[in-house]
């Protein structure tokens, strides 16, 4: 089983200016596995990107690992 949690993390901190604020909760449930993202305020646009792009970018990768897998995964952020 891949660990969606461990990769979508890798993909942020290295993305954000304050790694050290990223936290990510993964959740298994009947749909599929639900990836929660939480960064610094300053850094949500930098997850974000333009348009959407980075975020999709990350939902894409997340995805192609499940599909790998057999499995589905939703990714998304939590803007606080």
Do not use: C, W
């Not at 009947?30 to 930098?46: C, F, P, S, T």
């Not at 959407?52 to 939590?78: C, F, M, P, Q, S």
């Amino acid at each position: 089983m891949v660990n969606y949690k461990e990769l979508v993390e890798f993909i942020v901190k290295h993305l954000v200016t304050q790694p050290e604020s990223v936290g990510v909760e993964g959740s298994e449930g009947e749909g599929g596995n639900k990836i929660l993202i939480r960064v610094a305020h300053e850094d949500v646009g930098r997850v974000i990107g333009k348009r959407g792009a980075t975020i999709n970018a990350i939902r894409l990768l997340a995805k192609a690992a499940a599909v790998k897998a057999g499995e589905r995964v939703d990714v998304d952020i939590i803007e606080d």
